[in-house]
């Protein structure tokens, strides 16, 4: 494709529902990341793939997060038992190594 | 942990007139990105400088990375009603192990009257 999908463009979950959010880099983007972005404030790092490999994680608020890469490219971002503070938009991004990231439209969770 | 500060948080101009924003990193950068995000889009890489002192340009707006790699500004000369948006600087700390690892500012918004 011609840029970074992602999907869905919107959520709403239930407190304590699980949710997952899937990212189509651009093709050939060995690198993909995930952010997490509340309103007003810039985007804060959760994860970063090289590959399938997850090289960094340092940046998930808990162990209710969850990312995976299995074959180097599509990913999925996991939420378990989702809570209010969860609610915010989760950015994707993908890029060469060490070049520019390109970053999708991004899924905005709601939990109620 | 790493830092990275921005200021102004807002800036209001009239169309034709020149703004910069300013970043502050609490450590030495190996580099910095710079992104644009419209209101209700998504990021928008801009440009990337690696190496101390550099100054890049594209067409109005000038981009530097400061001599000891900590600091950096945009400036763009004669706004137009289309620079409107939220701008980031985004840092990559030095001697990281993650080269993923971007730390991003809060960002300046900038809206431009007519």
């Known amino acids: 494709g011609a840029g970074v999908s992602q999907s869905p463009r919107y959520k709403v979950a239930k407190r304590g529902q699980d949710v997952a959010l899937r990212c189509d880099p651009i093709?050939?983007?060995?690198?993909l990341f995930w952010y997490q972005q509340a309103l007003g404030q810039g985007p804060e790092f959760l994860t970063y793939?090289?590959?399938?490999?997850?090289?960094?994680k340092s940046g998930l608020p808990s162990d209710r997060f969850f990312a995976e890469r299995p074959e180097g490219s599509v990913s999925t971002l996991k939420i378990q038992r989702t809570q209010q503070e969860d609610s915010a938009v989760y950015l994707c991004?993908?890029?060469?190594?060490?070049?520019?990231?390109?970053f999708g439209p991004g899924t905005r969770l709601t939990v109620l | 942990g790493q830092q990275v500060m921005q200021i102004p948080q807002y800036q209001h101009v009239q169309e034709g007139e020149d703004f910069t924003t300013y970043c502050n990193s609490s450590?030495?950068?190996?580099?910095i990105q710079w992104y644009k995000q419209r209101p209700g889009g998504h990021p928008v890489f801009l440009i990337q400088l690696v190496k101390s002192g550099e100054v890049k340009k594209q067409k109005r707006l000038t981009f530097q990375f400061g001599e000891a790699k900590k600091n950096s500004s945009l400036h763009i000369t004669a706004t137009q009603t289309t620079d409107v948006g939220t701008y980031f600087c985004?840092?990559?700390?030095?001697?990281?192990?993650?080269?993923?690892?971007?730390?991003f500012g809060q960002g300046t918004i900038l809206t431009v009257h007519p």
């Open positions: 985004a840092g990559l700390s030095a001697g990281g192990t993650s080269y993923g690892k971007l730390t």
């Open positions: 991004a993908s890029s060469l190594v060490r070049f520019g990231q390109f």
């Open positions: 450590t030495t950068l190996s580099n």
């Open positions: 793939f090289q590959n399938e490999a997850q090289l960094d």
């Open positions: 093709s050939g983007h060995v690198s």
